[in-house]
Protein backbone atom coordinates (compact mmCIF):
# COMPACT_ATOMS: atom_id res chain seq x y z
CA UNK A 1 0.00 0.00 0.00
CA UNK A 2 0.72 3.18 -0.88
CA UNK A 3 0.59 6.10 1.35
CA UNK A 4 -0.35 9.26 -0.38
CA UNK A 5 1.14 12.39 0.92
CA UNK A 6 -0.87 15.66 1.14
CA UNK A 7 0.45 18.22 -0.05
CA UNK A 8 0.12 21.67 1.69
CA UNK A 9 -0.29 24.78 0.32
CA UNK A 10 1.33 27.56 1.26
CA UNK A 11 -1.14 29.70 3.11
CA UNK A 12 -2.86 32.76 0.83
CA UNK A 13 -2.31 35.92 1.87
CA UNK A 14 -5.31 37.99 4.21
CA UNK A 15 -7.20 40.17 1.47
CA UNK A 16 -6.95 43.48 2.32
CA UNK A 17 -9.49 45.12 -0.16
CA UNK A 18 -12.84 45.97 0.89
CA UNK A 19 -16.11 44.51 -1.25
CA UNK A 20 -17.60 47.91 -1.56
CA UNK A 21 -20.38 46.31 -4.32
CA UNK A 22 -22.84 45.56 -1.78
CA UNK A 23 -22.66 49.22 0.02
CA UNK A 24 -23.58 50.63 -3.56
CA UNK A 25 -26.45 48.49 -3.94
CA UNK A 26 -27.64 49.79 -0.24
CA UNK A 27 -26.99 53.03 -1.03
CA UNK A 28 -29.14 53.57 -3.97
CA UNK A 29 -31.90 51.58 -2.72
CA UNK A 30 -31.75 54.15 0.21
CA UNK A 31 -31.47 57.08 -2.70
CA UNK A 32 -34.47 55.83 -4.34
CA UNK A 33 -36.39 55.63 -0.72
CA UNK A 34 -35.09 59.14 0.05
CA UNK A 35 -36.22 60.51 -3.39
CA UNK A 36 -39.41 59.44 -3.87
CA UNK A 37 -40.26 60.39 0.40
CA UNK A 38 -39.02 63.77 -0.29
CA UNK A 39 -42.08 65.74 -2.21
CA UNK A 40 -44.17 63.54 0.37
CA UNK A 41 -42.84 65.44 3.09
CA UNK A 42 -42.62 68.48 1.60
CA UNK A 43 -46.00 68.57 1.15
CA UNK A 44 -47.82 70.02 4.25
CA UNK A 45 -49.09 73.27 6.26
CA UNK A 46 -46.62 74.96 7.89
CA UNK A 47 -47.70 76.16 10.88
CA UNK A 48 -45.78 77.37 14.23
CA UNK A 49 -47.68 75.15 16.92
CA UNK A 50 -48.10 76.32 20.60
CA UNK A 51 -46.25 74.85 23.48
CA UNK A 52 -47.68 73.87 26.41
CA UNK A 53 -47.46 76.67 28.69
CA UNK A 54 -47.38 79.83 25.96
CA UNK A 55 -47.84 82.95 26.71
CA UNK A 56 -51.39 84.73 25.08
CA UNK A 57 -51.26 86.23 21.69
CA UNK A 58 -50.73 90.06 21.86
CA UNK A 59 -52.65 91.89 19.30
CA UNK A 60 -53.26 95.27 18.67
CA UNK A 61 -56.26 97.05 19.05
CA UNK A 62 -56.85 97.92 15.48
CA UNK A 63 -55.91 94.74 13.92
CA UNK A 64 -58.30 91.93 15.36
CA UNK A 65 -57.50 88.66 14.58
CA UNK A 66 -60.11 86.82 12.50
CA UNK A 67 -60.90 83.25 14.47
CA UNK A 68 -62.20 80.46 12.62
CA UNK A 69 -63.97 77.81 15.24
CA UNK A 70 -64.36 73.79 14.33
CA UNK A 71 -66.58 72.71 16.61
CA UNK A 72 -67.48 68.73 17.42
CA UNK A 73 -70.19 68.46 15.30
CA UNK A 74 -68.22 69.76 12.05
CA UNK A 75 -69.57 73.28 11.99
CA UNK A 76 -67.61 76.22 11.00
CA UNK A 77 -67.79 79.39 12.55
CA UNK A 78 -65.98 82.49 12.04
CA UNK A 79 -65.21 85.18 14.78
CA UNK A 80 -64.10 88.87 14.09
CA UNK A 81 -64.93 90.89 17.34
CA UNK A 82 -68.17 89.58 18.14
CA UNK A 83 -69.25 85.95 18.64
CA UNK A 84 -70.94 84.61 15.45
CA UNK A 85 -73.86 82.00 16.62
CA UNK A 86 -73.95 81.14 12.64
CA UNK A 87 -72.71 78.30 11.15
CA UNK A 88 -70.96 77.94 8.13
CA UNK A 89 -70.00 75.63 5.28
CA UNK A 90 -66.14 75.24 4.59
CA UNK A 91 -66.84 76.68 0.86
CA UNK A 92 -68.56 79.80 3.10
CA UNK A 93 -65.78 80.04 5.79
CA UNK A 94 -62.98 80.05 2.82
CA UNK A 95 -64.73 82.52 0.48
CA UNK A 96 -65.19 84.88 3.45
CA UNK A 97 -61.59 84.72 4.80
CA UNK A 98 -60.15 85.18 1.36
CA UNK A 99 -62.29 88.43 0.63
CA UNK A 100 -61.24 89.47 4.33
CA UNK A 101 -57.47 88.62 3.88
CA UNK A 102 -58.09 90.57 -0.03
CA UNK A 103 -58.96 93.43 2.25
CA UNK A 104 -56.03 93.63 5.16
CA UNK A 105 -53.57 91.23 4.17
CA UNK A 106 -52.36 91.23 7.75
CA UNK A 107 -55.30 90.26 9.66
CA UNK A 108 -53.95 87.46 11.54
CA UNK A 109 -56.31 84.64 11.35
CA UNK A 110 -56.31 82.20 14.27
CA UNK A 111 -57.96 78.42 14.17
CA UNK A 112 -59.63 77.60 17.37
CA UNK A 113 -60.74 73.70 16.72
CA UNK A 114 -62.89 70.80 19.45
CA UNK A 115 -59.93 68.26 20.91
CA UNK A 116 -63.15 65.74 19.64
CA UNK A 117 -62.29 66.89 15.75
CA UNK A 118 -60.42 64.54 13.97
CA UNK A 119 -57.29 65.62 13.09
CA UNK A 120 -57.44 65.13 9.47
CA UNK A 121 -60.44 67.45 9.08
CA UNK A 122 -58.58 70.58 11.04
CA UNK A 123 -55.29 69.80 8.43
CA UNK A 124 -58.15 69.83 5.63
CA UNK A 125 -59.69 73.26 7.30
CA UNK A 126 -55.59 74.55 7.40
CA UNK A 127 -54.90 73.61 3.63
CA UNK A 128 -57.88 75.41 2.61
CA UNK A 129 -57.56 78.52 4.80
CA UNK A 130 -53.52 78.45 2.76
CA UNK A 131 -55.30 78.17 -0.42
CA UNK A 132 -57.30 81.58 0.46
CA UNK A 133 -54.08 83.61 1.24
CA UNK A 134 -53.13 82.69 4.62
CA UNK A 135 -49.73 82.39 5.26
CA UNK A 136 -49.85 81.84 9.01
CA UNK A 137 -52.22 80.09 11.22
CA UNK A 138 -52.22 80.84 15.03
CA UNK A 139 -53.29 77.83 16.89
CA UNK A 140 -55.71 78.63 20.34
CA UNK A 141 -55.43 76.02 22.71
CA UNK A 142 -56.31 76.25 26.41
CA UNK A 143 -53.78 76.39 29.64
CA UNK A 144 -53.61 72.96 31.32
CA UNK A 145 -56.06 72.61 34.55
CA UNK A 146 -53.87 71.85 37.84
CA UNK A 147 -54.71 68.95 39.20
Known amino acids: MRTQRLRRRP ?5 SEVNVLPYIDVMLVLLVIFMVTAPILTQGVDVELPEVTSEPIQS ?9 SLDADG ?4 EMGSDSDEALNLEQVIQQVARLKRQNPELPVLLRGDRRVAYGEVVVLMSRLQGAGVTQVGLISQPPEDR
Open 11 to 15: PKPPI
Open 60 to 68: EEDNEPLVV
Open 75 to 78: HYYL
